[in-house]
């Protein structure tokens, strides 16, 4: 099973500063999407939405400065039932992010799709965190005629 | 096995201008690396160099505006004998470049980062064919402690 994998080094956040950007609200809607509502409380479900649509995730894992997982349990069919890994770890002055979304069933079009917008989005996280400000939807980059 | 797979449109470009940026020296070096040489006929083997080190790719497919594909024959351990294959079509005014790097034995730290950084070296093509600058190493976006 095809599975999305990418690595991001933020410089100059510790662990914990990087899991708070997952674990809040306030966090998640300035690097991902400024629509971001409901409850990032273990077996909580965050409401992400887009322009086009959104995602609901279940917050499945919370090891603070280590580990955040989510479900996908409202979305698009493709992404209904899969998995969100974000594992956390110290490198020098950088904290280390392994990213994970497995669980696709196909390697589908959307699925290229959706990786190459998840490393922009690390890349947002990365930005909000060293810089102060991250690129959210509505103003996140467009990759291709789908978004 | 796990793959890589990303997917960005090309806006007012053509197949055939992508495909040129895909198979030319000027045009690799131009959103990959300013230091490539080597063959990119058929056959050939195109030496792409970082400042960290460098892959040597031979070409095994070339259809015009259609399709190119890469054996990696030299880099990293990780690399040698993994295969990337781009694929070119055209939606209303965009060429689609769907993207595949597959062969990869474990899915190591390191495919991560390579996936990331793919990301970006994609945007990099787009941003030489929309507005005739990529951003090629030495000169490429940094997305950890490794590069």
Redesign the interface.
């Known amino acids: 099973m ?8 933020v ?1 100059g956040s510790t662990p914990q500063q990087v899991y708070e950007a997952l674990t809040t609200i306030d966090g998640l809607s300035a690097w991902w999407t400024t629509d971001t509502k409901g409850s990032t409380d273990l077996g909580g479900v965050i409401e992400f939405r887009f322009v086009p649509g959104g995602f609901d995730m279940e917050v499945t894992t919370l090891k603070p400065a280590e580990q955040v997982g989510w479900t996908v349990v409202g979305g698009p069919e493709e992404w209904v039932g899969t998995t969100i890994t974000w594992n956390l770890h110290q ?2 002055d ?1 904290t ?1 992010v ?3 979304h497995e669980g696709w069933r196909e ?1 589908v ?1 959307f ?3 959706c ?2 917008k998840w ?2 989005f ?2 947002s996280l ?1 930005a909000l965190l060293e810089t102060g400000k991250g690129a959210p939807s509505p103003d996140d ?1 467009h ?4 978004n």
Chains 1, 2 share one sequence.
């Open positions: 095809p599975d999305i994998l990418h690595r991001v080094g410089e490198e020098d950088f280390i392994l990213f994970k390697p079009e699925m290229h799709h990786s190459t490393a922009l690390l890349v990365k980059f990759i291709d005629n789908w």
